[in-house]
């Protein structure tokens, strides 16, 4: 299955080797590489390095690690869930701004929005009738339901991700739309007309992907972005030159 390790680093050539056995199917999920000898002698490489090149994988999300006598490297089955992983990372350490996002989202709700369009059996349109109402039940309770009206928001994007059957969409987005919420809680307006423009915009685009038509739910997606988006970067922009302000009147 392998052949003696021959790039430097030596662990990268062991990395690749296994990686293509995962990815053309002589390796499939579940199964259990070789031994660490056996694969020590494989490759014709140390201990450490095989360890390494192991370590690699996992961190990759391609096998999963089981200590002890029974143990061994076990394949994983692939999924997107890494990079969901590290943009987690990037959005919580606040290493992705507001445009970033709001450029981000504005592409990807929009597309996401016109393939569900396209997509939606009658199963998905009755999903998402139930969570568009809901919504309304929370928007006529008032602010008091705020983050729970946000939540259902969230849920409203998410469940169109789902129905557009792409799953980079849906793991990427599901990633954004769980740790969004510190943007919202530190920059969205918390008012009645932010909270009423949001469940407009929310039943526009149902009742779009509920009568097929794809274009107008992608627009309509794409306009409920750059608005709130807007709305979040007023007071974000206003912050900043405060800030720029206060330090030019102190340096003089």
């Known amino acids: 299955m392998f052949q003696r390790a021959k790039h430097s680093p030596i662990f990268q050539d062991v990395v690749e080797q296994i990686e293509e056995a995962i990815l053309d199917g002589r390796l499939r999920v579940g199964h259990r590489l070789p031994s660490e000898r056996e694969l020590k002698d494989m490759f014709c490489t140390s201990r450490g390095t095989l360890?390494?090149?192991?370590?690699?994988?996992?961190?990759?999300?391609?096998?999963?690690?089981k200590p002890g006598v029974s143990g061994g490297a076990i394949v994983f089955d692939l999924s997107a869930s890494k990079v969901s992983d590290s943009l987690d990372l990037l959005i919580r350490h606040q290493k992705v701004s507001l445009k970033h996002l709001a450029e981000f989202r504005e592409a990807v709700d929009g597309i996401v929005a016109g393939l569900a369009a396209e997509r939606a059996c009658n199963k998905d349109i009755q999903h998402l009738e139930i969570l568009l109402k809901q919504a309304e039940e929370l928007?006529?309770?008032?602010?008091?339901?705020?983050?729970?009206?946000?939540?259902?928001?969230?849920?409203?994007?998410?469940?169109?991700?789902?129905?557009?059957?792409?799953?980079?969409?849906?793991?990427?987005?599901?990633?954004?739309?769980?740790?969004?919420?510190?943007?919202?809680?530190?920059?969205?307006?918390?008012?009645?007309?932010?909270?009423?423009?949001?469940?407009?915009?929310?039943?526009?685009?149902?009742?779009?992907?509920?009568?097929?038509?794809?274009?107008?739910?992608?627009?309509?997606?794409q306009v409920h972005i750059h608005r709130f988006s807007r709305l979040m970067e007023d007071p974000q922009t206003e912050l900043e030159s405060r800030i720029k302000l206060s330090k030019n009147k102190m340096m003089d």
């Not at 360890?51 to 994988?57: G, Q, S, T």
């Not at 954004?176 to 407009?200: D, G, H």
Request: with cysteine; glycine share 2%; hydrophobic share 45%.
């Open 139 to 221: 928007f006529k309770k008032g602010l008091s339901n705020w983050d729970l009206f946000l939540r259902a928001d969230s849920e409203i994007h998410m469940a169109l991700a789902k129905i557009a059957r792409n799953p980079i969409c849906e793991s990427v987005l599901a990633s954004i739309y769980e740790n969004i919420y510190r943007y919202f809680n530190k920059y969205l307006p918390r008012n009645n007309k932010t909270q009423q423009q949001v469940y407009e915009d929310l039943a526009e685009i149902v009742a779009a992907v509920r009568n097929r038509q794809a274009a107008r739910a992608h627009l309509l997606a």
């Open 51 to 65: 360890r390494e090149a192991l370590r690699v994988l996992e961190e990759k999300g391609l096998v999963s690690i």
